[in-house]
T-cell receptor
Framework: EDQVTQSPEALRLQEGESSSLNCSYT??????LFWYRQDPGKGPEFLFT???AGEEKEKERLKATLTKKESFLHITAPKPEDSATYLC???????????FGKGTRLSVIA | DGGITQSPKYLFRKEGQNVTLSCEQN?????MYWYRQDPGQGLRLIYY???????QKGDIAEGYSVSREKKESFPLTVTSAQKNPTAFYLC????????????FGNGTRLTVT
């Protein structure tokens, strides 16, 4: 059974304090590893798709990386507006739907 | 602008009543999905449809029903058989390509008392 596990569950950072969020996955025939940002009371907003080990993608202060077992979302010099829940999801072979992790709730304090 | 519209944003019902949540997309996506989100549980798949007039059960389909009569629309009915219906419901769509991301609506928060 495909599985995605995110850690930590919650992370509190000072503004400017860089850190990383972890997403471990066991997804058969990975066809894509996805990162989303979710603000309270809203739907998840798509950030990145990673397709193969070694791939990296960047957007503003965020950089996502992928290995054969894990993905990391690196946040460089975060600002309070980066506070949100970050979700990771994987899609396996065939037409299987995405499998989501439970998310990491990030708080950035000014 | 293209996107996914869920309505209403908040919905209140009495126990024992069926209720239907609306989801419409104008992205011309083939696949549509319904997820349920509870605190600490992440997103759990209820039903999905990869083509009109066809749909499959997800991990927690009991007590729910769907229809897909049009490509643009994928309504979800929460029946009285669903034991814990109070939750945040999210609709999403994607192209049929396996590597394409899901695009989400802004959700409907259902409260049943």
């Amino acid at each position: 059974e495909d599985q995605v596990t995110q850690s930590p569950e919650a992370l509190r950072l000072q503004e400017g304090e860089s850190s990383s969020l972890n997403c471990s996955y066991t997804v058969s025939g990975l066809r894509g590893l996805f990162w989303y940002r979710q603000d309270p009371g809203k739907g998840p907003e798509f950030l990145f798709t990673l397709y193969s080990a070694g791939e990296e993608k960047e957007k503003e202060r965020l950089k996502a990386t992928l290995t054969k077992k894990e993905s990391f979302l690196h946040i460089t010099a975060p600002k309070p507006e980066d506070s949100a829940t970050y979700l990771c999801a994987g899609r396996g072979s065939g037409n299987t739907p995405l499998v989501f992790g439970k998310g990491t709730r990030l708080s950035v304090i000014a | 602008d293209g996107g996914i519209t869920q309505s209403p944003k908040y919905l209140f019902r009495k126990e024992g009543q069926n209720v239907t949540l609306s989801c419409e997309q104008n992205l011309n996506h083939d696949a549509m999905y319904w997820y349920r989100q509870d605190p600490g549980q992440g997103l759990r798949l209820i039903y999905y449809s990869q083509i009109v007039n066809d749909f499959q059960k997800g991990d927690i389909a009991e007590g729910y029903s769907v229809s897909r009569e049009k490509k643009e629309s994928f309504p979800l009915t929460v029946t009285s058989a669903q034991k814990n219906p109070t939750a945040f419901y999210l609709c999403a769509s994607s192209t049929s390509s396996g590597g394409s991301p899901l695009h989400f609506g802004n959700g409907t928060r259902l409260t049943v008392t």
